[in-house]
Nanobody, 116 residues
Framework: QVQLVESGGGLVQPGGSLRLSCAAS????????MGWYRQAPGKQRELVAA???????NYAESVKGRFTISRDNAMNTVYLQMNSLKPEDTAVYYC??????????WGQGTQVTISS
């Protein structure tokens, strides 16, 4: 059974930082491309950052220079370091694992709220 379990969300003031973690089980983690998506109320889910099995990263323009995605294959975990947070970063953040179009999995999501 595949599980992606996110943690690290919460409430933080503008300009603050958070680190999200996603622990994977039930997959050969090192083979999967991993990503973080987010969905704000009334908006579509969007890609925030992704990292391939080989370690290549890409980011949404809105988070470039502020967010960093990384992975630890020994721990089966992907991270999202979020700095200089803005109110518009408020959303539910989802972990995503993809090996192929039919081998894709989602976590349950973790709430990130940026507010003073």
């Amino acid at each position: 059974q595949v599980q992606l379990v996110e943690s690290g969300g919460g409430l933080v003031q503008p300009g603050g930082s958070l680190r999200l973690s996603c622990a994977a089980s039930g997959i050969i983690f090192s083979l999967y491309g991993m990503g973080w998506y987010r969905q704000a109320p009334g908006k579509q889910r969007e890609l925030v950052a992704a990292i391939t099995s080989g370690g290549t990263t890409n980011y949404a323009e809105s988070v470039k220079g502020r967010f960093t995605i990384s992975r630890d294959n020994a721990m089966n975990t992907v991270y999202l370091q979020m700095n200089s947070l803005k109110p518009e970063d408020t959303a539910v953040y989802y972990c995503h694992a993809k090996l192929s179009p039919v081998n894709r999995y989602w976590g349950q999501g973790t709430q990130v709220t940026i507010s003073s």
